[in-house]
């Protein structure tokens, strides 16, 4: 069993008291659990007992009423999907934590941290990457130089480009990084859990390879496959089916690629699909992008057109950010 200590936030550390640490813990089928615990000191004598037992009855019952009114008041999921040019990097938020599921180009490191900023982020519970290409891991080392991150949760995959593996050594001397696989699950809190969803398919291929992260908050779906081409969706859906069926939420694979046909008949009406895209040598979005949308999705967002989007996740998903009109259309 491997254990790894994930610092407190900052909101937790001011309940220090009653939550004084957190751990990521492998269980038994080798998933993974992020467990706040109590941390208890020997008693000294029996007068010491009582006392250090009524001031901590104050303090937790003072510490599940502080908890349970900001749950009540914000038990909801923030997703915002950047607007980092070519590339993906998307804030997840809940009731506690921040998260980062890819990290977007390093030209986009001033955009990142304006936006953290924005947001008074001081520090990252972790970042999720679904693989180490420029575009969705470029501004990490910037990112880690100025902003307290607990954990990278990676594939133990690197690029073919120097200067990238570079970078990432260099990031690893900062902030840990821990390799996990396809058929984890990370239990992040009561209600938010990050499935990686099963794969058997084999290649080098930095896309292909990478890690399908799929959100779960309450009985919401969200997906973030990264840039996966058609041969690795196929695969994803005869291994994850049940799953996919029931997606609420997707950032569209490979910034807009076109979907391979098993992929698209996978998933039920009404879906939200983001494209995080910009201009690229690539030709992405696909031309047929549209017509394959209309087949699966209520809404579709695009970031070179409408720009960072914002959206609330508790028993429905919103779409906060206004002034967005013709969802098709524009
Ligand atoms: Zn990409």
Same mark, same amino acid.
């Given at each position: 069993m491997r254990h790894l200590i994930v610092h407190q936030n900052t909101?937790?550390?001011?309940?220090?008291?009653?939550?004084?640490? @957190?751990?990521?813990? #492998?269980?038994? &089928?080798? %998933?993974?659990?992020? $467990?706040?615990?109590? &941390?208890?000191?020997? +008693?000294?004598?029996?007068?010491?007992? $009582? &006392?250090? @037992?009524? !001031?901590?009855?104050?303090?937790? @019952?003072?510490?599940?009423?502080?908890?349970? !009114?900001?749950?009540?008041?914000?038990?909801?999921?923030?997703? =915002?999907?950047?607007d980092v040019g070519y590339g993906a990097a998307v804030h997840v938020e809940d009731e506690l934590d921040h998260y980062f599921f890819d990290i977007g180009?390093?030209?986009a490191q001033q955009t990142i941290l304006n936006h953290l900023a924005d947001h008074g982020v001081t520090r990252l519970r972790a970042v999720f990457l679904t693989h180490t290409h420029p575009d969705h891991a470029?501004?990490?080392l910037a990112i880690l130089g100025q902003i307290k991150?607990?954990?990278?949760?990676?594939?133990?995959?690197?690029?073919?480009?120097?200067?990238l593996v570079q970078m990432l050594d260099q990031a690893q001397e900062i902030?840990?990084?821990?390799?996990?696989?396809?058929?984890?699950t990370l239990s992040l809190s009561r209600d938010f859990r990050?499935?990686?969803? %099963? !794969? %058997? *398919?084999?290649? $080098?291929?930095? %896309?292909?390879?990478?890690?399908?992260?799929?959100?779960? *908050? /309450?009985?919401?779906?969200?997906?973030?496959?990264?840039?996966?081409g058609s041969l690795r969706q196929k695969?994803?859906?005869?291994?994850?089916?049940?799953?996919?069926? /029931?997606?609420?939420? $997707?950032?569209?694979?490979? =910034?807009?690629?076109?979907l391979d046909e098993s992929f698209l008949a996978v998933f039920k009406k009404p879906l939200i699909g983001v494209v995080s895209v910009a201009?690229?040598? *690539?030709?992405? +979005? =696909?031309?047929?992008?549209? !017509?394959?949308?209309?087949?699966? #999705?209520?809404?579709? *967002?695009?970031?070179?057109t409408h720009g960072p989007l914002h959206f609330s996740v508790n028993y429905k998903i919103t779409l906060i950010t206004d002034s967005i009109a013709n969802r098709f259309d524009e």
């Open positions: 909101r937790a550390r001011r309940h220090q008291k009653i939550v004084s640490h @957190c751990e990521v813990a #492998c269980g038994d &089928r080798g %998933n993974l659990i992020i $467990m706040r615990s109590l &941390r208890r000191s020997a +008693p000294r004598d029996d007068s010491w007992l $009582m &006392r250090r @037992c009524a !001031s901590a009855l104050v303090l937790w @019952c003072s510490g599940v009423l502080v908890l349970f !009114s900001t749950q009540s008041i914000q038990a909801e999921l923030q997703v =915002h999907v950047l180009p390093e030209a470029g501004s990490l991150t607990d954990v990278i949760f990676w594939n133990d995959r690197l690029p073919p480009n120097e200067k902030a840990p990084f821990q390799p996990v696989k396809s058929g984890q990050v499935r990686i969803l %099963n !794969s %058997n *398919y084999e290649t $080098m291929d930095l %896309n292909d390879g990478g890690l399908v992260f799929a959100l779960e *908050y /309450k009985k919401k779906k969200l997906l973030l496959p990264g840039d996966i695969n994803l859906v005869e291994l994850n089916k049940k799953w996919l069926e /029931k997606v609420n939420w $997707m950032l569209w694979p490979h =910034h807009g690629d076109r201009e690229n040598p *690539y030709k992405v +979005p =696909h031309g047929d992008i549209k !017509s394959q949308a209309k087949l699966i #999705c209520s809404e579709l *967002y695009r970031t070179d």
